[in-house]
């Protein structure tokens, strides 16, 4: 039996695969979101296919709840009067539409400008300048316009209309009239003239041509077009960047050997080497060397961050200074630089409400307008104002309604939102995050690696003779050199905090001998003669010490022990930092309308002092990752529309329960991969950032459906009552696409006012 799934090769033929759970499939052929819509329907039917086609990358997402040829899908495609491959990005023989669009796009602009030019001003009208007009506009129309008269063909067959259908409709109709009234009316007179007037009277029709109208139409359309297949391949090009900002090949240790091979041959677990000025080829641990590692195109950060043993390291940066050994922790697609590319290309994956709405309204527009137009033919037919001027009248219908910048409504806006965003560090997983944003009111906040920076720090210490003046003279720091150098045996979070305490106020370590950590209770070692104890509190604490750990205590900080030669001699202070910046993200959420909660597994006390440091105050404290997912649930009960910004493994099924899930750039994958959108830095107040520019590509998108309609709208009532003259036409068309495109321009505009 032979295997139920099959792929294209490379050779053209078909080779055996196992069924992908999900894929990606290059569509050729769409020309407007119409044509998403009906191929998504297509492949929808299909047993066990869910897929999401989206027109601004021509790409159908694929997901299999069983196995499907993958043939038969492209079958489904082609049937319907599209083209379908397996996506192969890198394949030479896959069509560039960027170069075919170009190539039409120059043509019909070359052709187009003289057209325009002397159809419009009349000063350029020379005696028999019709029929130099005809003769530019037909390559334009017959040629530039093929891709749009071909698909109106397809899905005319499908017995369906789509925006292509009134690009046809209405270049042909000017082209076909104009060419009608200059044979058979006046208008190809020797002397004819437009005079430049937007007044609106009635005529014949017998003496106006629209061969601008029909060659600006084909001209603005590829114009948005190519803006968009330009956009798309800027986006592909971003990924492909991404993805070779890693080595070419990687200096790998087999058998206690160096040898260079490529880095598609290194595997997980293997050793390779990283010289000064050399990029870290994939993502690993140091186990051997130190040296500074410039991360700024991962994480923003401007330093090298100081690296030695036992750290992390991405692959991607720049070892700065000294030679490192780095063991592979993860490989290809599994890096982090490939899971950032991931992300930057799903972000132009999905389809968002917004553009299925934009599918719906043209897919009643089509038919209204042609409706309109042979209800304006048949009135006036009617009314007896003769067959020359009803046909006119709705010829004009069909010409003025052909919305040429709907197309470039949507799409375009996304692609630039969400392309800034990437720039900024801000990485949206799909255009559905977008509309989220919108009318969220309520942000639920981690604390931990959240608003704190998840890193532990010594904020106080109390020694127990603290009152004594002759004792603290004598003794000063000492005790907490001691303790220093007893955790400087130990990795422990603690353990390092206490060494860069003491380190902090210049205190010179000892080496511990006899050096024992008991897991739960502490270090105990031997420093300098002295038996040192370092860890839990005891039951028979000093008063003096248990009122400073109770103190402690209620302030959200938690206190270690430190004991000289059995005898308990003070506590130091240990507590999570608020990150720079949070008190400035959390005001910025207020501004935005957005009531901030913070949710965390920690004690009362620290969630209420982190809360009181930042200005939070809705605390939820001590609960399990369930209870996180309950608490954004209860919310979305009492009627909020919330937001989730996390980082840890416990805050995954949470940040896929809210409406809108923001990963910070710092965190696991499991919450990367739950959220809508992902921090590439690891600041806060980039997801203030980030709602602003969703709410913002929103604004612009409605503003650009608007307007994609508005002047067209206006002027079909002028020309259903046959008051349309070339000049309101053109401008019409011009208006309309020009307006849209630099609308959705104006997002690259955006700037974050998070700090780099």
């Not at 694929?62 to 495609?77: G, T």
């Not at 391949?233 to 492909?240: F, L």
């Not at 050994?325 to 992300?343: K, M, P």
């Not at 302030?555 to 400035?584: F, N, Q």
Request: net charge negative.
């Amino acid at each position: 039996m032979t295997d139920p799934v099959t792929t294209p090769s490379n050779a053209g033929g078909l080779r055996a695969a196992r069924p992908p759970e999900s894929f990606e499939l290059d569509i050729d052929g769409m020309t407007c979101a119409s044509c998403a819509v009906r191929i998504e329907k297509k492949l929808n039917k299909v047993d066990g296919v869910e897929a999401s086609v989206n027109y601004a990358t021509e790409k159908a997402r694929i997901s299999l709840r069983q196995p499907v040829p993958v043939e038969d899908l492209i079958a489904v495609v082609e049937k319907t009067g599209y083209h379908a491959r397996i996506e192969q990005p890198d394949d030479p023989a896959k069509p560039d539409a960027v170069v075919k669009l170009r190539r039409d796009l120059i043509l019909s602009a070359v052709l187009s400008v003289p057209v325009v030019a002397i159809s419009m001003v009349p000063a350029l009208q020379f005696p028999g300048w019709q029929w130099v007009v005809l003769v530019l506009t037909t390559p334009v129309v017959l040629f530039g316009g093929l891709r749009f008269h071909r698909s109106a063909l397809i899905n005319l067959r499908h017995g369906a209309t789509t925006m292509d259908t009134l690009i046809s409709m209405g270049s042909l109709a000017a082209y076909f009239w104009s060419l009608f009234a200059m044979i058979f009316g006046h208008a190809g007179e020797i002397g004819m003239k437009h005079e430049f007037t937007f007044s609106l009277a009635r005529s014949d029709g017998f003496g106006n041509i629209y061969f601008e109208a029909a060659a600006a139409i084909i001209t603005f359309i590829l114009t948005g077009r190519y803006f968009e297949a330009k956009s798309r391949r800027s986006a592909g090009e971003a990924v492909r960047s991404l993805l070779t900002l890693g080595a070419s090949d990687v200096a790998v240790v087999r058998d206690g050997v160096e040898i260079r091979i490529p880095i598609d041959q290194l595997r997980v677990g293997e050793e390779f080497v990283v010289r000064p000025g050399e990029k870290i080829a994939t993502d690993g641990e140091v186990v051997s060397g130190d040296s500074g590692v410039d991360t700024s195109m991962i994480t923003g950060e401007s330093l090298p961050v100081d690296v030695t043993v036992g750290d992390s390291v991405i692959g991607g940066c720049l070892n700065t200074d000294g030679r490192l050994v780095v063991r592979a922790t993860r490989v290809g697609e599994e890096t982090q630089l490939a899971q950032i590319a991931r992300l930057v290309s799903d972000a132009q994956s999905g389809k968002s409400q917004t553009q299925r709405m934009a599918d719906r309204v043209s897919a009643v527009f089509v038919p209204i307008v042609i409706v309109l137009a042979v209800v304006t033919l048949i009135g006036w037919l009617v009314a007896g104002a003769g067959a020359g001027f009803a046909f006119t009248a709705a010829v004009a219908v069909l010409i003025i309604a052909c919305p040429c910048a709907l197309g470039l409504a949507t799409p375009t806006a996304l692609l630039v939102g969400t392309g800034r965003g990437a720039r900024s560090g801000i990485l949206i997983k799909g255009p559905e995050a977008l509309e989220s944003t919108r009318t969220v009111d309520t942000i639920v906040l981690d604390k931990t690696g959240t608003v704190t920076a998840g890193e532990l720090e010594v904020v106080a210490h109390r020694r127990r003779d603290a009152g004594d003046a002759a004792a603290e003279s004598a003794g000063a720091h000492e005790w907490i050199r001691l303790a220093a150098s007893a955790e400087s045996g130990s990795e422990h979070p603690v353990a390092k905090a206490v060494v860069a305490y003491a380190e902090s106020r210049g205190l010179a370590l000892s080496a511990p001998d006899d050096f024992r950590n008991t897991p739960g209770i502490g270090v105990d070692a031997t420093v300098d003669g002295h038996r040192v104890r370092v860890g839990r509190l005891i039951d028979t604490l000093p008063a003096e010490l248990a009122a400073a750990a109770q103190e402690a205590r209620a302030e959200g900080r938690s206190s270690i022990l430190v004991l000289i030669d059995d005898e308990p001699v003070g506590l130091l202070d240990i507590s999570d930092t608020v990150k720079p910046g949070a008190a400035d993200a959390i005001r910025w959420f207020r501004e935005l309308g957005l009531e901030p909660h913070l949710l965390t597994g920690d004690s009362t006390a620290a969630a209420e002092r982190v809360a009181r440091e930042v200005g939070i105050d809705h605390v939820t404290a001590e609960v399990m990752p369930q209870d996180k997912v309950d608490v954004v649930a209860a919310l979305q009960a009492a009627g909020r529309r919330v937001a989730m910004v996390g980082d840890g493994v416990n805050d995954a099924a949470a940040l896929a329960t809210a409406d809108l899930g923001i990963a910070m750039g710092g965190g696991t994958d499991a919450a990367i991969e739950a959220a809508d959108l992902t921090l590439v830095r690891d600041d806060l107040r980039l997801a203030a950032d980030a709602v602003r520019l969703s709410r913002r590509t929103l604004r612009t998108i409605k503003g650009n459906l608007f307007w994609a309609f508005a002047y067209n709208v206006a002027a079909l009532p002028i020309a259903a009552l046959g008051l349309l003259n070339p000049m309101i036409a053109g401008a019409a068309m011009a208006f309309s696409s020009v307006f849209v495109v630099s609308n959705s321009l104006r997002l690259r505009g955006f700037r974050v006012r998070a700090a780099r």
